[in-house]
C-alpha cells in the first residue's frame, strides 16, 4: 500500500530513475558490495550515503527503502526550518532589543566570512537558537524502541516493543538546563568574550550552562537528535536560517500586529506558528 500511495501521489519519485549513476541508490549497494570484494570505489559525502552507512547492519535497506527515508528527511527538513524561521521572526517582534545588536554583526565583514564559510555570526547563531529552544518545532526526541528488555538506572522498565523519547520541550524549559530558563535572552549561548564586546548591553545577564553553537549535539541540547542518528543536515539547515532570518533583519524592521495574542498551536508533539498571526515589516531607512 505505501508503495502504491508514492506512485499515485508523488510520481516525481520516479525521477531517480533518470538521476546520475553516483546519485542512484541502487548504484550505491552496488558500489556497497565491490567494496566489501576488496575492490576500489568512489567516496561519496552527501546524505544517501549518510542514510546508508546509519542503516541496520543486520538487515540492510534496499534502494527503495533508502529513496522513502530520503524523502521522509526532505519532507521534515522543509517543515521543521520554515518554522524555526518563523519563531524566530515572532521573537525579533517580542525583543526588539536584539535588532540593532545583530544588524551590526551582519553588516560587519563576519557576513562575508559566513557566506564563505556557512559559519560563524555568533549573535544571529545565539538569537536563533534561544528561539528554537523556547519554542521548539517538536517536544520530544531520540524515540527509540526496546529491542530486548531494558531496564534504565531509576528502575524505568522497558519491554520489547516499547518507546522511548527525550522530553525535550520540558528539557529546554528546565531550571537545571538553562538558567531562568522561562526568560527570553537571545544572546545566552554566545562565548563571554563576544558578550564584552557589546558596550553598554546586559545580555550576559542571563547565560547558558555553557556556550554553544545552534548545531551542537549535546545532553542538553537535544533538538537535532543525539548520537550518530543527529540530524545530517543540521549544519545546511542552520546557515539557511541565517541567511534568511539575516536578509530579514538587514532590510526590515518587524513588530507583531497582535503581540498578546497566542503565537502556535499543538498538534500531538509538534509546535506549529498561528497562520492568523501577523507581521508587519517597515523596510529600514537607509
Known amino acids: 500500500m505505501q508503495e502504491l500511495f508514492l506512485a499515485k501521489n508523488f510520481p516525481w519519485q520516479k525521477s531517480f530513475d533518470y538521476c546520475p549513476p553516483r546519485l542512484h541508490p541502487e548504484e550505491r549497494i552496488r558500489e556497497k558490495e565491490l567494496k566489501a570484494l576488496g575492490q576500489k570505489v568512489p567516496i561519496h559525502h552527501d546524505c544517501i550515503q549518510w542514510i546508508m552507512e546509519t542503516a541496520p547492519r543486520s538487515n540492510p535497506w534496499s534502494a527503495e527503502r533508502i529513496v522513502h527515508e530520503l524523502m521522509a528527511i526532505w519532507f521534515g527538513s522543509v517543515h521543521v526550518l520554515t ?12 525583543h526588539p532589543e536584539h535588532t540593532e545588536p545583530l544588524r551590526t554583526e551582519l553588516r560587519s565583514d563576519a ?71 522561562n526568560q527570553f535572552n537571545g544572546f545566552r549561548h554566545v562565548q563571554p568574550a563576544v558578550l564584552e564586546k557589546l558596550t553598554g548591553s546586559n545580555f550576559g545577564s542571563l547565560e547558558a550552562q555553557e556556550p554553544s553553537l545552534l548545531t551542537d549535539v549535546n545532553k542538553h541540547w537535544h533538538v537535532w537528535g543525539t548520537g550518530r542518528m543527529a540530524c545530517p543536515g543540521r549544519f545546511y539547515a542552520a546557515a539557511a536560517m541565517k541567511t534568511i532570518i539575516g536578509q530579514f533583519i538587514l532590510k526590515f524592521d518587524a513588530s507583531l500586529v497582535n503581540e498578546e495574542e497566542s503565537r502556535f498551536i499543538s498538534w500531538r508533539s509538534f509546535i506549529y506558528p498561528r497562520n492568523r498571526t501577523k507581521v508587519i515589516f517597515r523596510p529600514v531607512e537607509e
Not at 83 to 94: G, K, P, Q, V
Not at 149 to 176: C, E, K, N, Q
Open 83 to 94: 518554522t524555526t524561521i518563523a519563531f524566530a521572526m515572532h521573537d525579533l517582534c517580542l
Open 111 to 181: 557576513y562575508s566570512e559566513f557566506e564563505r564559510t556557512g559559519k560563524g555570526l555568533p549573535l544571529l547563531d545565539s538569537f536563533i537558537k534561544e528561539s528554537a529552544r523556547l519554542t521548539p518545532v517538536e517536544s520530544m526526541s531520540t524515540r527509540r524502541q526496546a529491542i530486548a528488555p531494558f531496564t534504565f538506572s531509576d528502575g524505568t522498565h522497558l519491554a520489547v516493543g516499547d518507546w522511548a523519547v527525550t522530553p525535550l520541550r520540558a528539557m529546554l524549559h528546565d531550571d537545571a538546563h538553562f538558567p531562568e530558563a
